[in-house]
């Protein structure tokens, strides 16, 4: 690394913040874009690591002192973005949902707000992806554009994304729960949805409910 930094011209966009913040946004993308060839712990746990050294790494970084409103180009489709949450929904399952504490709605009422990992990660996937793409251009000033649009939008929505994913994932980690049961979380025997063998439907708001009573009396 320091090799390589003594033969990059002396600008932001080659600092040694900038160049390991750069290594891994790359490393992230590449775990997002291969969800598939992993196991579902081993994803959590290999997340576990990358998200907080990217918000570290994230958060260590100044805003480029030059101010240029370039064109940024977007290289993240639609399709990419459903094909990456799909992926971490399909490895989730039914351990992607989480409830959302800190959403603006749980101020002005007790209705619980759920809302999904694969979402989070797609978003912040979407977010460093452009900055890649934008940064391979080469060119200084796009370079400088991407990287302050990027630390904007961390600061706006993906940042605290990237936590609120990071405690849902925590959760899922380390509670205890039977490796055969895809549910991470143990419901009121009264409640259990599992094999109740019961006639009335459990729909999305029984799901919900039965969250919002685990994280209230966690």
Not at 13 to 41: G, N, R, W
Not at 210 to 216: A, G, P, S, T
Request: aromatic share 10%; proline share 3%.
């Amino acid at each position: 690394m320091d090799n390589l930094q003594d033969k990059l011209p002396d600008h932001y966009v080659y600092s040694h913040p900038v160049i390991e913040f750069m290594t891994v946004v790359a490393q992230t993308c590449k775990l997002l874009e291969h969800t598939d060839e992993y196991d579902q712990e081993e994803f959590i746990e290999t997340l576990l690591k990358m998200l907080p050294l990217l918000y570290q790494k994230t958060i260590m970084l100044k805003q480029p002192e030059e101010e240029i409103d370039g064109f940024l180009e977007q290289f993240v489709t639609e399709d990419d973005y459903n094909e990456i949450a799909g992926m971490i929904k399909d490895m989730l399952g039914e351990d992607d949902a989480y409830l959302e504490v800190f959403h603006a709605d749980m101020q002005l009422s007790d209705t619980p707000v759920l809302a999904f990992i694969s979402e989070n990660l797609a978003d912040i996937y979407q977010e460093l992806k452009n900055l890649a793409g934008n940064y391979q251009t080469v060119d200084i000033e796009v370079m400088t554009a991407a990287i302050a649009a990027t630390l904007n939008a961390f600061s706006e929505h993906w940042g605290e994304k990237l936590l609120n994913a990071l405690r849902a994932l925590h959760h899922l980690y380390f509670q205890p729960h039977d490796k055969d049961d895809s549910y991470r979380y143990d419901e009121p025997a009264e409640h259990s949805h599992k094999n109740c063998g019961c006639a009335h439907h459990h729909d999305e708001s029984d799901r919900r409910e039965d969250l919002f009573n685990f994280f209230r009396n966690e």
